[in-house]
């Protein structure tokens, strides 16, 4: 592939657009295919395996065959992450860190890998979602075609942003959302070249899956009335519930692995998926419909018992089920189980105020739509994706205001109490981890006080040029202890944690010495 600046056709017409353009249309229709059967394939198992669930009462014996069939598929799935630990979890962490420079990736391996553990997961019944293996499949697609067309490392990038779009879009049948999403929360960049490939995949990947399911919206919700502008009120209520809710789930996710360790300390991190797979049997017996991602939950929020206690009840069912799903480090998202507890959350908002007398019954599913856009606001930090999402996913125009300020709401909430977005903490704790890995074994935590005037003060971490096997874990601030990440100011005063290896922390300790002293 030729570089951009040489990219023409005839005289001074510059063709880098349009070819960007096409051959992103060639990742989403690529995409959109190998998507639109991973999703055609766990939708079918789950049915199948809801059928047999419901079959358990009068055929005891199956419980024994479960039991079997879910240990076999636990212990192929941690085969396979042992072999390839990048196909972990959602995948988007993963994505991220590859457009940072941070991952390398073989993307053949990753694409089998994670299109068949997906399916063995999530199609058995966990509360796990398609939509992040359904990025990380479109990324590996996107940098597959730039490998073929010897592409540059600029070029490799954009196209794994189109394919990662180009997931999502198949996924959802939300192209809009697709591009937007990965703008703002995986690529971080608005550029012409980057959103044009990007929403060329897209659209390419939405024609697939609209082949393949049609064309009514993934949540075709169906409300009575538009939400009238005197009971906005509600919305910034319930935007702060999200918010909290939202604050409280970041929390528990990012200390799962930590509860597997402690609880299973003898059981190998790429094994942990055979706790959820068992517990996944009784709930399957007594309430397979509620198995899955959440997709049909939520079509079917509506006749949902109007019993409050019940509606919460199924909302901390599937909020500890996600947590021990995705926590074990199975091959999954969190993408569409937000979602769902967003419509929980909603319907027993809802349902509350409408039984107090202080909102209208009518209303309640409209509740349901916002509260999905406003969890996800902020849990994830992207209120423009949340917003567009609902909007495709419901397939109407109508809530674009109250989806606005619920969003925003939620947003504030969070970024109030300190949360960050989900998926830049997934990918710093991904990175933590491979950096621990690097280190020899024999790791020395040194703690280091920063000077007034130094070169380190009023500083992001980011911008600093740390030594070699280092590795930042802490920054004491007064009585409090701050998790640093990029964006995170150092100040005077503050006292650095970090974790070296012990035969270089005499070398270290030099270098952070002149780096502190410089500026004095």
């Known amino acids: ?236 209520l319930l935007g702060m519930v999200l918010g909290v809710l939202g604050f409280v789930y970041q929390k528990v996710l990012l200390f799962m692995p930590r509860a597997y360790a402690a609880v299973a300390p003898k059981l190998p991190r790429h094994f942990h998926g055979i706790i959820p797979m068992l517990l996944v049997i009784p709930i399957g017996i007594f309430l397979p419909q509620t198995l899955g ?23 901390a069912l599937r909020f500890i089920f996600s947590m021990l799903s995705y926590g074990s480090g199975l091959p999954g998202g969190i993408f569409l189980p937000i979602l769902t507890l967003g419509a929980l959350i909603g319907v027993v908002y809802g349902t509350l105020m409408a ?42 125009l109508g809530h674009l205001m109250p989806l606005a300020v619920t969003s925003i709401v939620a947003y504030i909430i969070v970024d109030v109490l300190g949360g960050r977005p989900i998926y830049e903490s997934l990918l710093a704790r991904l990175n933590l981890g491979k950096k621990l890995n690097q280190l020899s074994g024999k790791n020395d935590r040194l703690e280091f006080p920063v000077f007034a005037g130094s070169q380190l003060e009023k500083k992001l971490i980011r911008d600093i040029h740390w030594p070699n096997n280092v590795l930042l874990i802490g920054i004491r601030r007064g009585e409090r202890e701050v998790i640093p990440h990029g964006d995170t100011l150092i100040r005077s005063g503050d006292t650095l944690i970090l974790l070296t290896d012990r035969n270089e922390r005499s070398k270290v300790k030099r270098t952070l010495h002149e780096m502190n002293t410089l500026g004095m």
């Open 355 to 396: 039984q107090l007398g202080l909102m209208p019954k009518i209303y309640i599913m409209n509740c349901v739509i916002f509260a999905m856009a406003g969890y996800f606001a902020g849990i994830g930090k992207a209120p423009f994706t949340a917003i567009i999402l609902i909007t495709e996913m419901v397939g109407n």
């Open 1 to 236: 592939m030729k570089p951009l600046n040489e990219r023409k056709i005839r005289g001074n017409f510059d063709a880098t657009r349009l070819l960007f353009v096409m051959e992103g249309l060639l990742v989403g229709l690529l995409a959109g295919g190998a998507v639109s059967l991973f999703r055609l394939f766990i939708e079918s198992s789950l049915h199948f395996w809801q059928y047999l669930y419901r079959m358990v009462p009068t055929h005891l014996w199956l419980i024994a065959v479960f039991i079997l069939i879910n240990g076999i598929l636990a212990l192929i799935i941690g085969i396979f992450v042992r072999s390839e630990p990048n196909i972990m979890g959602s995948g988007i962490p993963q994505v991220e860190g590859q457009l940072a420079g941070d991952i390398k990736m073989n993307w053949w391996q990753i694409l089998w890998r994670k299109w068949i553990t997906g399916v063995l997961g999530i199609g058995s019944g966990l509360f796990l979602g398609r939509e992040g293996p359904s990025i990380q499949l479109g990324a590996a697609i996107g940098q597959g075609v730039s490998e073929r067309i010897n592409s540059n490392e600029s070029s490799r990038r954009i196209f794994i942003a189109c394919g990662s779009a180009a997931g999502l879009s198949a996924a959802f049948n939300a192209p809009i959302a697709g591009t937007l999403f990965v703008l703002e929360e995986v690529y971080h960049n608005f550029s012409p070249l980057v959103w044009m490939t990007s929403l060329a995949g897209a659209i390419g990947a939405d024609f697939i899956s609209s082949n393949f399911f049609g064309l009514v919206p993934v949540l075709q919700l169906h409300y009575q009335a538009s939400f009238p502008l005197y009971l906005y009120g509600h919305l910034i």
């Open 293 to 315: 991602g959440g997709n049909q939950l939520i079509l079917d929020v509506n006749n949902l018992p109007s019993v409050v206690w019940i509606l919460f009840s199924l909302f």
